[in-house]
């Protein structure tokens, strides 16, 4: 069975319910070609004021290990997989603002959301892992900018 959708939509559905002010949130990276628009999909309105702040979630791999469903105790003719996910973000940087250490806890409340994040079925989340965390450039505005590793694991029968 397919799980892509359903892991993607659950995380991206995590963030909106557990992190506070996590600005826009998309279930799938945005492709629009123009950039007006692009960067609209990024902008909330948080406590009264308007900023370029949000996340997208992708996944990066599918990797299939049958020597740890062995090691696990799975049963014959089951096999885990790992789908590798990332949630990117973005906080436009007013430095006046600190905003450097709202979008570090903003990164710590999507972690310890996804850690947090109920099992179900035969699938387990985490240990996520902040592999980027830095200022870049998102069009024409500076942002703070993220990305969270989300490993879900699935045992899987043939």
């Given at each position: 069975m397919a799980d892509y959708k359903a892991f993607r939509d659950a995380i991206a559905g995590v963030i909106q319910a557990e992190a506070p002010n996590s600005g826009n949130v998309h279930h799938y990276e945005r492709n629009l070609f123009d950039w007006n628009k692009y960067l609209a999909e990024f902008v909330s309105t948080?406590?009264?004021?308007?900023?370029?702040?949000?996340?997208?979630?992708?996944?990066?791999?599918?990797?299939?290990?049958?020597?740890?469903?062995?090691?696990?105790?799975?049963?014959?003719?089951?096999?885990?997989?790992?789908?590798?996910f990332v949630v990117r973000?973005?906080?436009?940087?007013?430095?006046a603002a600190d905003t450097d250490a709202v979008f570090g806890d903003l990164c710590d409340d999507v972690i310890?959301?996804?850690?947090?994040?109920?099992?179900t079925g035969a699938w387990n989340i985490g240990p996520c892992v902040l592999r980027v965390q830095e200022p870049r450039q998102f069009g024409s505005v500076l942002c703070h900018y993220a990305e969270i590793l989300v490993p879900v694991q699935k045992v899987y029968a043939r």
């Open positions: 948080i406590q009264g004021k308007r900023q370029t702040r949000g996340w997208w979630v992708t996944r990066e791999r599918r990797i299939h290990d049958n020597d740890s469903a062995r090691d696990s105790g799975a049963a014959f003719g089951q096999y885990n997989a790992e789908h590798q973000g973005i906080l436009g940087v007013q430095d310890e959301a996804m850690e947090s994040m109920a099992i």
